[in-house]
């Protein structure tokens, strides 16, 4: 048995997004590139490789990783390249995507002829979360002044518009670039491709899949474009788990259960945006609050109901651990990272990476 914690990611699950996002891109017209930012896990990019197509990236070692280990098509796109970088970044891309005039200008002889496109900044979005809101007040994120996109427009072969997060109602998508269209169609009309980014939860259930697929495809019509989209969690959403030991357990006005992981340091968004995690069952007559055995008072993965009193050694999953966990991990209070292992379609269980006090140490100096 592996040794707690790990993630540990489910290829049966995996597969069931994949072929939603394969009917996407079959039924739009669309090419669905991996967010490197959410899901970076290489170990199971064979596997996912002949449903997408390829990557895109946020930093140079994203770039490099998905040229490198994903292959087919790979975007560059970071907030700001340095120089140092720039070179390695070309080397590594098919596109290359600039996040304001300023770099473009700064980047472009190099470029040469290198597809190149500039994020826009649509102004308008869908986010519940003022963090992870691109078109917040005083937003860095890509150039939203249609007269100035337009002066340099001839410079450009596509844009990328990301102004979606965690939105699983189609209508306020196509609400939203509907607007897009309104304000920026001009600039559209001059374009060979069109990255509509992340943030669309189009696997979940329920979601209005065809509908979706009608818009995209009747857009890339409009203005003659290749439409991209850029998939982090509706790729790996409900695939993994977190598993865990319990090492503890107390009462103190709640059944508590301290098991041998943290939310800060191995599933840390659940602190960054104040959620919980599917712990747990929904019938059981236990109920205990999950813990971390970091130092941080809130280091509580949420609660959840159980269908006997929870032991010292028991196992628990904690649930929907496989977007910006395994990429944001850390040795906070030097709790052990956990290893990751893949589960197989024929359900045996293979770790493929496991950490230890060496990689901690190399970590510091
Ligand atoms: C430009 C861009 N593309 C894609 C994504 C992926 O978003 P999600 O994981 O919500 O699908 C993000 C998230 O930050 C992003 O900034
Ligand atoms: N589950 C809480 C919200 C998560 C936000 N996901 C990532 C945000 C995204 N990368 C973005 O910044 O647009």
Redesign the pocket.
Do not use: I, Q, R, V
């Given at each position: 048995m592996i040794q707690t914690p790990y993630y540990l990611i489910d290829q049966s699950a995996l597969l069931k997004n994949l072929q939603v996002i394969d009917y996407v891109r079959k039924n739009s017209g669309a090419k669905l590139l991996l967010?490197l930012?959410?899901f970076a896990t290489w170990s199971v990019f064979d596997f996912m490789k002949p449903y997408m197509d390829g990557t895109t990236s946020s930093s140079l070692y994203e770039v490099k990783l998905g040229y490198q280990k994903f292959g087919g098509e790979t975007h560059a796109y970071s907030v700001a390249f340095a120089d140092h970088e720039i070179d390695e970044v070309l080397a590594n891309s098919d596109k290359i995507i600039f996040n304001s005039i300023s770099q473009l200008e700064r980047f472009e002889a190099k470029a040469g002829n290198k597809p190149k496109g500039l994020r826009l900044n649509p102004g308008i979005s869908s986010?519940s979360?003022d963090l992870?809101d691109?078109a917040r007040q005083f937003s860095r994120l890509g150039e939203g002044n249609p007269e100035r996109i337009l002066a340099i427009i001839d410079r450009l072969d596509g844009v990328m518009i990301?102004n979606n997060?965690?939105n699983a109602d189609f209508a306020r998508f196509d609400d939203l670039l509907t607007q897009v269209e309104a304000r920026y169609g001009a600039i559209l009309h001059r374009l060979k491709w069109v990255s509509l980014g992340?943030?669309i939860s189009f696997t979940k259930p329920g979601y209005e899949l065809d509908k979706f697929c009608e818009r995209l495809r009747q857009f890339a019509q409009t203005y003659g474009v290749q439409v991209y989209l850029e998939p982090?969690?509706a790729t790996v959403r409900y695939t993994t788990t977190l598993e865990v030991s319990v090492l503890d357990t107390a009462f103190n006005g709640k059944h508590l259960a301290i098991v041998d992981s943290s939310t800060e340091a191995h599933m840390l968004?659940l602190l960054i945006?104040r959620?919980t995690a599917p712990i747990g069952n929904e019938t059981g007559e236990h109920r205990y609050q999950i813990c971390g055995k970091t130092c941080l008072a809130g280091d509580i993965f949420g609660e959840g109901n159980f269908d006997v009193p929870l032991q010292v050694g028991d196992r628990l999953s904690i649930g929907d651990a496989g977007?910006?966990t395994m990429v944001k991990k850390n040795w906070f209070n030097g709790v052990n990272m956990p290893a990751i292992a893949i589960k197989e379609p024929d359900g045996s269980i293979r770790a493929v990476r496991e950490f230890g006090y060496d990689d901690y140490v190399s970590s510091l100096s």
């Open positions: 967010a930012k959410c986010s979360f992870a691109p990301h997060c965690e992340g943030g982090g969690e968004d945006y959620e977007g910006y």
